[in-house]
């Protein structure tokens, strides 16, 4: 028996999964459209994930257990309040830089409309496409992470990249004067 055995994979997993809220916050604001929500459902999250730390079987699989804690922390979340979200209390996040303040406003404009017609979508679209789309999960670890069929990931994936097109490409027309092209 080794000394792992004995005392855990101490404190390294801990500043691995402590050093994860940032990924985890993120991905409670894109499912859940509330800041503070977010950020107390990621602080939810590393909590349960420090005290269930020796649960996780492979530690390559670190970032899709613990946003399954965090799909479960939300799932909880909403069975405990039975609250919509209130999508119209978004903020709007400038975009800084070396860019000009037309493009700057621009920018904005982009990801404000972006982000409308991300909040627009069912949450378990919503869900699919903020795991898969923007954080590179595969289609298995989605499903796994939701506790849903590959076929559901894959469907909800394709309905809701459908309605996003929907909604942007006529957006994208108007300022660009072009259709959008899919990219996979």
Not at 36 to 52: I, S, T
Not at 110 to 137: N, S
Request: with cysteine; charged share 30%.
């Amino acid at each position: 028996m080794g000394i792992e055995m004995l005392f855990g994979r101490g404190p390294a997993l801990r500043r691995e999964i402590e050093g994860s809220r940032d990924m985890l916050c993120r991905m409670a604001y894109a499912w859940c459209r509330d800041a503070a929500l977010a950020d107390d459902l990621a602080q939810m999250a590393v909590e349960k994930a420090l005290r269930a730390s020796g649960q996780l079987r492979d530690a390559a699989s670190l970032k899709a257990w613990l946003l399954k804690i965090l799909a479960n922390c939300l799932r909880d979340h909403h069975r405990e309040s039975r609250d919509m979200v209130d999508v119209d209390s978004l903020e709007d996040i400038l975009v800084a830089g070396g860019e000009s303040p037309e493009e700057a406003r621009a920018s904005a404009e982009l990801v404000r409309r972006v982000r409308a017609a991300v909040a627009g979508l069912p949450l378990g679209q919503r869900q699919v496409v903020t795991l898969v789309d923007l954080e590179e999960c595969s289609y298995v670890e989605a499903g796994e992470i939701l506790e849903i069929p590959v076929g559901t990931v894959m469907s909800r994936l394709c309905r809701a990249r459908r309605a996003l097109r929907d909604v942007l490409e006529p957006v994208a027309q108007d300022a660009l004067g072009t259709r959008l092209r899919s990219v996979k």
